[in-house]
C-alpha cells in the first residue's frame, strides 16, 4: 500500500474519486503494473472492476456500456500493447458516437522520449479514433481532466477519450481536490428551426423520419413516438439503429442498413421530406452514399443532429439543425401541423415491412428466420440483442423486432468480435435484463477468451453461434467478385459446446430449426450462462441468395 500522508491521497486514488464524483460505478479493465496505484485505490472503492481477459473485450465491454446508458463507459489498460488492444473499442466508440473514457497506465516522466517500455505517446496514437487524447502529468490536476474527459465524451457528438496516467503521477501525493460533477451540454433548436421543419412538414405528401445516432433517451423515443401515433409519419430506423423506435408500432417501416428492403429504399427515394434525425447519414446507412447523393441529397432532407461539425460534413441538406433528438422532439410536440396526417402513405409503407418480415426458406435444416420469430415471440421487450460483424446478422437486422429501449447493441464500425463482449459488459451493468448474443463463429472466436469473465462474474449471457465454418461476408465478395476462385475464408473449428462447457457454460447443439426452441427454453432457465451452436449450411449466405446463386451472378 502506497505511504500515507496526511491530509493527502495519492493520484492514483484522486483518479478513483474524481471518476466517482462523476458518477462511476463500474470500470471494466485488464490489470497493468502502469497503474497500479489505482488498483490499490480501487480496495474498498464503490467503482467496481470487472477484471476482463483482454483489453479488447475491456474496450469493448465499456463501449456497451456507453451506448446503453448514455454515460461514458470507463475502461482501465496497461501501456503500449494494453493499449494498442483496445483501440479496436476506441475506434467503434468514435464511429458509433459512443461516450466512453480510456485511461491507460504510461511510463513515469522521467522516462519519456527514450522509448522506454511499452512506451507510446497516446496523445498521437489515439488521435484519430477519439475527440479528447491527454496525458495528466500533475497529481494536482486530476480533478480538471477528468471533469473535462467526462465533458467532452458526452457534449455535442458523443465520443470517447483517452488519458494517459504517468506512474510518477500516479503515486505522487495532491491535498483533495474540489470538483463539480459533470452535466452534459445538450445543443436545443431554434424557434426559426421549429418554425421552418413545421411548414415543410404542412407542404409535405409523402414526409419519412429516420432516427438513429446517440444520444437518445427513453424521454425522447416516447415523444416520437407520440408525435408519430398523432400524425401517421412513417419512422425508418437508420443501420444498427432499430431500436429507437418500437419497432411493432405501426408507424415503423423498416431499417435503412445493409440490404435494405428495397421498397423501403425506393418509398424514400420517391419521399418529398425526409428529416434525418440523429444519424450522420454514413456510407451503411445510405448504401455508399448512393441512396442519397453527396453533396445535394435527391430528395428534400432536413439534417438533425447534435454535433455542429457533422451538419454539411457530407450532405448540404436544406435545413440543418444543431439539436439533440431530446431537444428536438421536446420542441417538435409543440408543433402544431393543422391535422396533417400521413396515414395512407404510412399504411402502404407498413405493409411492405411487414411482407418482408415474413422471410423465405434457406439452404439447411435450420430456418434462421424462425429462430428469431420465435425469440420474439417469448422474449421481454427489454431483452438486449448484441452482435458483431459478419453476414450471419442480416437475420438479426431483418427479422428481430426491437420494441424497447436501449436493446440494440450493434457496432455501426462493423466489428468484428463485439458480441461477446458487448454482452457481458451488458449483463454485468443490468443483471436483472436478459442478454442474447448473436455471432458468427469467425465473430465469436474472436473474443472467446472472455467467455470465463461471464462465468467469473454470473454474467448469464446466452450465446447463440451461428456456424457455417467460413468468413461468410468474404466468401460472399469472392464468390460475386472472383466466382470460384476463394482462399482464405474456410475455418476450422473447435467444438464450441465442449469449449462453452469447459468454461462453466450450459451448452447443446441445434442442428434443426425444430430443435431450437427447446434447446433455448433450456438456455434461458440454465441459472448460467449458456451457449447454443447452430449449425448453419454454407450456402445460406444471406436471406435472400445462395453461394451458388452468387457464382452465377
Not at 463539480?180 to 421549429?194: E, I, W
Amino acid at each position: 500500500m502506497t505511504q500515507s500522508h496526511p491530509g493527502q491521497i495519492s493520484g492514483g486514488a484522486a483518479i478513483v474519486e474524481a471518476l466517482v464524483a462523476n458518477g462511476a460505478s463500474l470500470a471494466y479493465g485488464v490489470p497493468g503494473e502502469s497503474y497500479l496505484d489505482v488498483l490499490d485505490a480501487l480496495v474498498g472503492s464503490s467503482l467496481r472492476f470487472i477484471t476482463c481477459r483482454h483489453e479488447a473485450g475491456a474496450a469493448n465491454m465499456a463501449e456497451a456500456y456507453g451506448k446503453l446508458t448514455g454515460t461514458p463507459g470507463i475502461c482501465f489498460v496497461t501501456r503500449g500493447p494494453g493499449a494498442s488492444h483496445a483501440a479496436i473499442g476506441l475506434h467503434t466508440a468514435f464511429q458509433d458516437s459512443t461516450p466512453m473514457i480510456m485511461l491507460v497506465g504510461q511510463v513515469a516522466s522521467d522516462q519519456v522520449e527514450r522509448e522506454a517500455f511499452q512506451e507510446i505517446d497516446y496523445r498521437r496514437y489515439f488521435s484519430e479514433v477519439t475527440k479528447w487524447s491527454a496525458e495528466i502529468n500533475s497529481a494536482d490536476r486530476v480533478s480538471e481532466y477528468i471533469g473535462r474527459a467526462f465533458r467532452v465524451a458526452t457534449s455535442g457528438r458523443p465520443g470517447p477519450v483517452v488519458l494517459a496516467l504517468p506512474e510518477d503521477m500516479l503515486t505522487a501525493h495532491t491535498s483533495p481536490q474540489a470538483m463539480r460533477p459533470y452535466s452534459p451540454v445538450r445543443a436545443h433548436p431554434g424557434p426559426g428551426d421549429m418554425d421552418a421543419v413545421a411548414q415543410r412538414l404542412k407542404d409535405a405528401k409523402r414526409p419519412m423520419i429516420m432516427v438513429g445516432g446517440s444520444g437518445w433517451t427513453a424521454t425522447a423515443i416516447s415523444e416520437l413516438e407520440r408525435f408519430a401515433t398523432r400524425t401517421h409519419i412513417p419512422v425508418m430506423a437508420a443501420f444498427r439503429a432499430q431500436d429507437r423506435f418500437n419497432n411493432d408500432h405501426p408507424c415503423y417501416v423498416g431499417d435503412m442498413g445493409i440490404g435494405a428492403n428495397p421498397k423501403l429504399v425506393a418509398h424514400m427515394q420517391s419521399s418529398d421530406l425526409l428529416i434525418a434525425l440523429g444519424p450522420r447519414l454514413g456510407e451503411m446507412t445510405t448504401g455508399g452514399y448512393s441512396r442519397l447523393k453527396p453533396p445535394v441529397a435527391n430528395i428534400p432532407l432536413v439534417h438533425v443532429h447534435q454535433g455542429a461539425e457533422e451538419l454539411g460534413r457530407v450532405y448540404q441538406a436544406d435545413l440543418e439543425i444543431n439539436a439533440a433528438p431530446g431537444t428536438f422532439l421536446s420542441a417538435l410536440a409543440k408543433t402544431d401541423l393543422n391535422g396533417n396526417s400521413w396515414a395512407d402513405w404510412t399504411a402502404g409503407l407498413r405493409a411492405d415491412y411487414e411482407a418482408w418480415q415474413t422471410g423465405g426458406p434457406i439452404p439447411g435444416p435450420v430456418q434462421l428466420h424462425m429462430l428469431y420469430k420465435h425469440m420474439r415471440d417469448v422474449l421481454p421487450d427489454d431483452a438486449i440483442f448484441t452482435n458483431g460483424a459478419g453476414n450471419y446478422t442480416a437475420w438479426l437486422h431483418r427479422f428481430m423486432r426491437y420494441r424497447d429501449f436501449p436493446t440494440q447493441l450493434a457496432p455501426t464500425s462493423g466489428a468484428m468480435g463485439y458480441g461477446v463482449p458487448a454482452a457481458i459488459g451488458a449483463k454485468v451493468a443490468f443483471p436483472e435484463r436478459e442478454v442474447i448474443c448473436c455471432a458468427g463463429d469467425g465473430c465469436f472466436m474472436m473474443s472467446a477468451n472472455e467467455l470465463p469473465t461471464a462465468t467469473q462474474y454470473g454474467a448469464n449471457i446466452i450465446i447463440l453461434v451461428f456456424n457455417n465454418g467460413m468468413y461468410g461476408t468474404i466468401r460472399m465478395h469472392q464468390e460475386r467478385t472472383y466466382p470460384g476462385r476463394t482462399s482464405g475464408t474456410d475455418l476450422v473449428n473447435p467444438d464450441f459446446v465442449k469449449l462453452a462447457e469447459a468454461c462453466g457454460y450450459f451448452a447443446r447443439r441445434v442442428n434443426s430449426t425444430e430443435a431450437f426452441a427447446g434447446a433455448f427454453d433450456d438456455a434461458r432457465k440454465a441459472g448460467k450462462p449458456a451457449l447454443l451452436d447452430i449449425t448453419v449450411d454454407p450456402e445460406a449466405i444471406t436471406p435472400a441468395a445462395t453461394l451458388a446463386s452468387l457464382g452465377r451472378a
